[in-house]
């Protein structure tokens, strides 16, 4: 069989990481996450000192990034000219300051290119997955990286379910305080990312997955039974 591409959009707490990348472990794919690469761009230009709304400058910037990121969904790690930076980009810095970034045109096109290149290398029987495969993720895999991958699924899910998992994975907790506190970050982020790419309703072909009643299992066995019917 040829290798199977498995393309998954959505907003911010949606769960499409931490769903994908199971997803990913099942189906011996490897696991790409593109937030990771407009979160590292985000950090190298921030370490290197280059002003976020110097948009030549950051263009760049990102165009020299050191990027070595990982695709094994065991161990996706996230190194940049030498220093791992896996845990320094889920800092909330950098969580603020992605969008900024993220909507440099420029910065867009050399990550979307970058992007095409890891999965085509999925694709040949040498790279991390013998061949057999990936499963991208972000917000614009579906309709503008890979718009021709054989699943192409958007993983939405409601606004109260979104802030609350995104409380509980920063804070700890759901409670009205922690959901208080995500509250700004998380919507303002999804509506600057709204400018330039299309992640809130399914292109035509996407499968929209709603994922505001499932649990995280559930959500995963959802994303295998699509994949299974192209399969
Ligand atoms: O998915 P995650 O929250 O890690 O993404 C971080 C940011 O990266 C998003 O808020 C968005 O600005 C940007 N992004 C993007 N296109 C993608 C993936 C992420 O613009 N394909």
């Known amino acids: 069989m040829s290798a199977l591409v498995v393309a998954v959009d959505g907003p911010s707490g949606s769960g499409k990481s931490s769903v994908s990348r199971e997803a990913a472990r099942r189906l011996g794919l490897a696991y790409l ?5 407009y979160r590292a761009a985000t950090w190298w230009c921030l370490h290197t000192g280059v002003p976020l709304d110097d948009q030549a400058a950051v263009a760049r910037c990102v165009r020299e990034l050191p990027l070595d990121q990982g695709v094994d969904p065991d161990a996706p790690h996230v190194v940049v000219a030498g220093t791992d930076i896996a845990d320094a980009i889920r ?6 300051a992605v969008s900024a970034v993220a909507t ?3 910065v867009r096109d050399e990550l979307r290119r970058r992007q095409r290149a890891a999965i085509a290398t999925q694709s040949v029987a040498t790279s991390f997955s013998h061949g057999r495969g990936i499963v991208a993720e972000g ?3 579906t309709t503008v990286v890979a718009p021709d991958a054989d699943v192409r699924i958007l993983l939405t899910a409601s606004q109260e379910a979104r802030l609350a998992r995104r409380a509980r994975d920063v804070h700890g907790s759901d409670d009205e305080a922690a959901v208080a506190a995500t509250h700004d970050q ?3 982020r999804d509506a600057d990312d709204s400018t330039v790419a299309q992640f809130h309703v399914a292109a035509d072909g996407v499968v929209t997955l709603d994922s505001s009643d499932l649990d995280f299992e559930e959500t995963v066995e959802a994303v295998l039974a699509i994949v299974a019917q192209v399969t």
């Open 91 to 96: 800092e909330t810095a950098i969580s603020a």
């Open 139 to 141: 917000r614009d895999i």
């Open 33 to 37: 996450d593109t937030g990771a690469m």
């Open 104 to 106: 440099n045109l420029a």
């Open 186 to 188: 998380v919507l303002r």
